[in-house]
Antibody
Framework: QVQLVQSGAEVKKPGASVKVSCKTSGYTFTRYSIGWVRQAPGQGLEWMGWISGYDGNTNNAQKFQGRLTITTDTSTTTGYMELGSLTSDDTAVYYC?????????????WGQGTLVTVSS | EIVLTQSPGTLSLSPGEGATLSCRASQSVSNNYLAWYQQKPGQAPRLLVYGASSRATGIPDRFSGGGSGTDFTLTISRLEPEDFAVYYCQQYGTSPRALTFGGGTKVEIK
């Protein structure tokens, strides 16, 4: 069965960076993209960006341009999301998900989420 | 960017009742590329509907999506205890860099 397993919770100081991993299994990695979504405490969902598992092409939301890096490692079928210049506003649960198709970016399967806390 | 407005914010209903959730877009959603998700406390969201009206794999037929253009609905025909949760809509009909979610509707037990 399809699984996406994310790395554990992180605590970071303002100004630092965080890198969250998303280990996938149960499907052909290069046939799908991986998307990243976050959810601040008590708030709704926010789309961050996504990356093609086939060619590594990325599409990041304008809001995160310049401080968001999404990558993949096809050898380990793992996706990564790195967010820099963290502030307290970046405290959230970060989710990865498998994007249905290259031209239909909804998430069919989700990871369990990774809590990132930014605090001095 | 397309803004999605969900209403009502909270719906208080009893098990067995029907629920209709609304998602209104600030501009027409191309190809009716709209999805619905369910999220329970402490859990990741789960895909319910894509393409405005196609149920995802394993989703009970009491869930149905409808609408087109700027107005979309998710209908739950008879609420089961496990259906009390928060529901989000998401559009993917615009630029791949401008995907957006609605603010959510909480369906709570009356």
């Amino acid at each position: 069965q399809v699984q996406l397993v994310q790395s554990g919770a992180e605590v970071k100081k303002p100004g630092a960076s965080v890198k969250v991993s998303c280990k996938t299994s149960g499907y052909t990695f290069t046939r799908y993209s991986i998307g990243w979504v976050r959810q601040a405490p008590g708030q709704g969902l926010e789309w961050m960006g996504w990356i093609s598992g086939y060619d590594g092409n990325t599409n990041n939301a304008q809001k995160f341009q310049g401080r968001l890096t999404i990558t993949t490692d096809t050898s380990t079928t793992t996706g990564y999301m790195e967010l820099g210049s963290l502030t307290s506003d970046d405290t959230a649960v970060y989710y990865c998900g498998r994007v249905a198709r290259w031209n239909a970016q909804y998430l069919e399967e989700w990871g369990q989420g990774t809590l990132v806390t930014v605090s001095s | 960017e397309i803004v999605l407005t969900q209403s009502p914010g909270t719906l208080s209903l009893s098990p067995g009742e029907g629920a209709t959730l609304s998602c209104r877009a600030s501009q027409s959603v191309s190809n009716n590329y709209l999805a619905w998700y369910q999220q329970k406390p402490g859990q990741a969201p789960r895909l319910l509907v894509y393409g405005a009206s196609s149920r995802a794999t394993g989703i009970p037929d009491r869930f149905s999506g409808g609408g087109s253009g700027t107005d979309f609905t998710l209908t739950i025909s008879r609420l089961e205890p496990e259906d009390f949760a928060v529901y989000y809509c998401q559009q993917y009909g615009t630029s791949p860099r401008a995907l957006t979610f609605g603010g959510g509707t909480k369906v709570e037990i009356k």
